[in-house]
């Protein structure tokens, strides 16, 4: 599919992330503007609450945009999200008729802020990168047990917490939390020493289900997908993690990028999985291409400094779809709800460059990385801004994620001082 063409000319630009073919959303404010729904259009944003006061989107009854978040339309199902795409793309069309409407309706981009673009529900994270699992694997219990006997079967997840879940650019504290290290034998609060990124993937559950759902089911319930850092501790998960997994190692913040990106923008770029060692269980079959084409980067910039970009991946190297992940958390029985994220797991290539953690890149702390400034690193220090960038690359456009950004601040004094 070519580029759709706009009338807002900066949507024409082979290097905006928003051309008409992608049309994502999320929640901005202006100095004079609350909190409200917007559509990314080049470097420019639909006012949607705006366009629904005036009648330019009429989709239902009851409206849609009067609040700052878009659980409401997904709570109206695919019908509805796919009547709005298609308004939205005849309203910005080129030579769209109803121009002289919604120019006014166009809010500049560079005077926004961007807030969360949808109250989270509950948070999912899952560990369902091959190459990351292997190379996590194989630091902690050699090359031979790397993954877990149950890794090629099941997506391996754990429940983490909606709370914690941040808009790009919020500042990241540096937590206090109870190590270990292996050259002491009683376990010390303190800062996290070895606090890391985590490139990931997001989607996003635009459909309830009460009961065990099929993976082509789970893949009709995703209404979209952003870019995703599970910001972690090692240290922290480290001494924690056995026999329940991770808790507070995880639980400082999970950073997601500002919009949207929905399925249907998407679905020229979906790819399959990679081959299979086992045949999976009926419940957690392929049953079609159902991970997508999507370029992925980070960047790492020291404070006051440029950046160094230090991973480059694809989301097409992930072991199991979203739709799996989803399909699976519904076997026992669990509610989904409309607004659940589900995190990837770490996203890395087979290759040194496209590990997405400083766990993978520095192997462990022993290899610190340099930086294109000359600072080395093993773990991200206060005052690093870390970003995550991506897109799938079209014919003449792309469908881009916008960016996922945060900077670390120094941990506070200890918080339990007498
Ligand atoms: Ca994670």
């Known amino acids: 599919m070519p ?17 008409l073919n992608n049309l994502p959303y999320g929640v901005f404010s202006t100095d ?3 909190a409200r729904c917007g559509v990314a259009i080049g470097d420019m944003i639909l006012d949607m609450y705006a366009a629904e006061e005036q009648g330019v989107i009429d989709l239902t009854d009851e409206p849609l945009f009067d609040v700052p978040f878009w659980n409401e339309l997904m709570e109206q199902g695919p019908a509805v999200w796919t009547a709005l ?3 939205l793309t005849d309203l910005l069309a080129d030579g769209s008729k109803d121009r002289a409407l919604v120019e006014p309706l166009l809010v500049p981009m560079e005077d926004a802020t961007v807030h969360m ?28 047990n790397a993954l877990p006997p149950n890794w090629l079967h099941i997506p391996i997840g754990y429940n983490g ?17 109870q190590l270990k290290s292996p050259d002491h034998d009683m376990p010390a609060f303190l800062p996290s020493r070895r606090f890391d990124l985590e490139l990931e993937m997001g989607a996003i559950v635009g459909m309830a289900s ?9 893949d009709a319930a995703i209404f979209g997908y952003v870019l995703l850092n599970d910001w972690s501790a090692r240290d922290i998960q480290a001494w924690e993690y056995q026999p329940l997994g991770p808790f507070q190692a ?20 979906r790819t399959p999985t990679p081959e299979r060692e086992f045949e999976h269980l009926d419940h957690l079959k392929d049953t079609g291409p159902m991970l997508y084409d999507i370029d992925l980067s980070v960047t790492l910039a020291p404070d006051g400094k440029d950046a160094t970009t230090i991973a480059e991946t694809n989301y097409r190297e992930m072991y ?26 770490t996203i890395s290539g087979p290759t040194k460059p496209e590990r997405g953690s400083l766990l993978e890149l520095s192997w462990g702390g022993k290899e610190p990385l340099t930086l294109d400034t000359g600072d080395t690193r093993t773990f991200l220090e206060d005052g690093d801004t870390l970003t995550l960038a991506g897109h799938a690359k079209g014919d003449g456009y792309r469908i881009g994620f916008g960016t996922c950004t945060g900077t670390m601040l120094p941990a506070l004094e200890d918080p339990y001082k007498r």
């Open 3 to 19: 580029l759709n063409p706009s009338w807002v000319t900066s949507a024409n630009s082979a290097d905006t992330d928003f051309p």
């Open 32 to 34: 004079t503007l609350d």
């Open 85 to 87: 795409r298609n308004r």
């Open 117 to 144: 673009p949808l109250v989270v529900s509950e948070f999912t994270d899952f560990y369902a990168g091959r190459h990351h699992a292997t190379n996590v694997g194989t630091m902690f219990r050699g090359p031979e």
């Open 161 to 177: 917490r909606a709370s914690s879940v941040v808009v790009s650019g919020t500042d990241i504290r540096r937590p206090w939390g």
């Open 210 to 218: 009460d009961g065990p759902i099929s993976v082509d089911e789970a």
């Open 250 to 269: 995880k639980a400082t913040a999970t950073s997601i990028s500002p919009w949207i990106v929905t399925k249907a923008a998407l679905e020229p770029f």
């Open 320 to 345: 199991y779809s979203a739709a799996q992940q989803l399909a699976h958390h519904s076997t026992s029985g669990c509610p989904m709800n409309v607004g659940d994220l589900l995190g990837s797991g």
